[in-house]
């Protein structure tokens, strides 16, 4: 079992940049591949980005490529997404999740645990 809790969500200004983070319980994080995933209102919950378990092989939804950058420190159990040049349609409930396997790593399908949320908002 994984516990995750997601922090560094707020208010900014658009052009303006947060940093998430993803604190998860257990010993065994580093067996975890790790994703972040948002939910708009009125929308469908989309894909953001995810990082495996050893820190490397990223993807990440084409809409924030260049922007967003996904990390982990195993050592602290932690999963950050480092959020740059922000706009108003990045306002969100973000999402960090946990899955072992290592394919269909977009499908919010793939993740077995799944943190509250923080909410992210981008004003114009």
């Known amino acids: 079992q994984v516990q995750l809790v997601e922090s560094g969500g707020g208010l900014v200004q658009a052009g303006g940049s947060l940093r998430l983070s993803c604190a998860a319980s257990g010993r065994t994080f580093s067996r975890y591949g790790m994703g972040w995933f948002r939910q708009a209102p009125g929308k469908e919950r989309e894909f953001v980005a995810t990082?495996?378990?050893?820190?490397?092989?990223?993807d990440y939804v084409d809409s924030v490529k260049g922007r967003f950058t996904i990390s982990r420190d195993n050592a602290k159990n932690t999963v950050y997404l480092q959020m740059n040049s922000l706009k108003p349609e990045d306002t969100a409930v973000y999402y960090c999740a946990a899955r072992i396997i290592s394919s269909s790593v977009t499908r919010g399908e793939s993740y077995l645990y799944w943190g509250q949320g923080t909410q992210v908002t981008v004003s114009s």
């Open positions: 990082l495996n378990g050893n820190g490397v092989g990223t």
